[in-house]
């Protein structure tokens, strides 16, 4: 029978050491996501009013035929919800690589995690 230890902080440090990047990325933003008391973007359930941190990947204008939308891609490290604010073609500092927390209504629709017009802050990191 072998028992499972925590693993001490030589292995910690080896592990970050031999890790790539993105790896790494997503840990730390587990770590901050943790630490500012959101919820993790995986465990986010359809329907919850949820308060996820991350850092936005990527924004997209997408003008529609009736309300053009404003398309941001937040990934916490966990996971990536898609910040739909409709109505609007741009808003100042919602742009890739700025970090955000953002609060509302989850919603999962044709597979993908969705908040629409979700309230938002915008860090200074």
């Known amino acids: 029978m072998t028992e499972t ?9 080896l592990q970050r050491l031999t890790a790539d990047d993105a790896t790494v ?8 996501s943790a630490s500012a008391g959101c919820e993790p973007v ?4 359809k329907g919850e009013l ?16 009736t309300v053009p939308t404003l398309e941001a891609e937040l ?6 919800v898609t910040l739909v604010w409709l ?12 970090s ?7 919603g999962a629709f044709d597979g993908r995690r969705v908040i629409y017009n979700p309230r938002y802050e915008l860090s200074s990191s």
């Open 5 to 13: 230890r925590p693993a001490g902080w030589l292995s910690r440090t």
């Open 25 to 32: 990325d997503a840990e730390e933003l587990r770590a901050e």
């Open 42 to 45: 995986s465990s986010c359930r």
């Open 50 to 65: 949820v308060t996820v941190t991350g850092r936005l990947k990527s924004v997209v204008y997408t003008p529609r035929e």
């Open 75 to 80: 990934f916490d490290g966990s996971g990536s």
């Open 87 to 98: 109505g609007r073609r741009r808003i100042p500092g919602i742009e890739p690589g700025r």
């Open 100 to 106: 955000l927390t953002a609060r509302g209504r989850f």
